[in-house]
């Protein structure tokens, strides 16, 4: 092979290498999404949903969706716009590996045990684990920001919309919002 030859095909290996390896998440685009998620995905406001720890599969759908305006967060539109499927790919994989940092909470005896009682009554281990931490496409409940919890599933409860759920609309339909306040002090303090 000629000199000229060998530098094209390794011009060619480089770029296919290029083509076929995973975009890096980039610090801007990490620290716009920091500014909810919190730093390594994990929430310090109430009613942001920490990521860390998420399965990649269920982040990778979520931003699709968002992004496709199949599931409509306003607040995540700006922040969607323009995005790739390897740049969601990259910050799925990111999020996913990040460690869950639980929130330090006081727990309440009563709430705990009603919200398990529930839980085991709606088989809610059966889908998302039963540890919690998720699988595939269903989301870790697990250390999960309570009133995230509780305000996602009043959604779902009350108002189910394109891109979410309906299995989860039709568990948690007739549920008081005391029952699903128990139901995510649970969730949120399972594992602590």
């Known amino acids: 092979m000629s000199v000229d030859g060998a530098k094209r095909a390794a011009a060619a290996l480089l770029l296919a290498a290029a083509a076929t390896a995973p975009a890096q998440t980039s610090p801007q685009r990490l620290a ?3 500014g909810c998620h919190g730093p390594r995905g994990n929430a310090a406001v109430a009613h942001w949903p920490s990521l ?3 399965p990649r599969l269920f982040i ?3 931003l699709v969706l968002i992004r496709e305006g199949l599931r409509d967060v306003p ?3 700006a922040a969607m716009a323009g ?29 705990y045990r009603a919200g398990e009682q529930t839980a085991r009554k709606l088989l809610c281990g059966t889908c998302h684990r039963a540890d919690y931490t998720g699988q595939q496409q269903v989301p870790r409940l697990a250390q999960q920001n309570e009133a995230y919890l509780l305000a996602s599933m009043q959604q779902f409860r009350d108002s189910p919309g394109p891109g979410r759920d309906t299995l989860m609309a039709s568990v948690l339909r007739g549920l008081s919002d005391e029952e699903l306040g128990n139901l995510s002090h649970y969730l949120a303090q399972f594992g602590q």
């Open 32 to 34: 716009a999404c920091a």
């Open 52 to 54: 860390a720890g998420q």
């Open 60 to 62: 990778e759908n979520q």
């Open 75 to 77: 607040a995540m539109k």
């Open 83 to 111: 995005m790739t499927d390897a740049e969601i790919t990259a910050l799925a994989g990111y999020y996913a590996a990040q460690p869950v940092v639980p929130q330090s909470l006081p727990r309440d005896p009563a709430k």
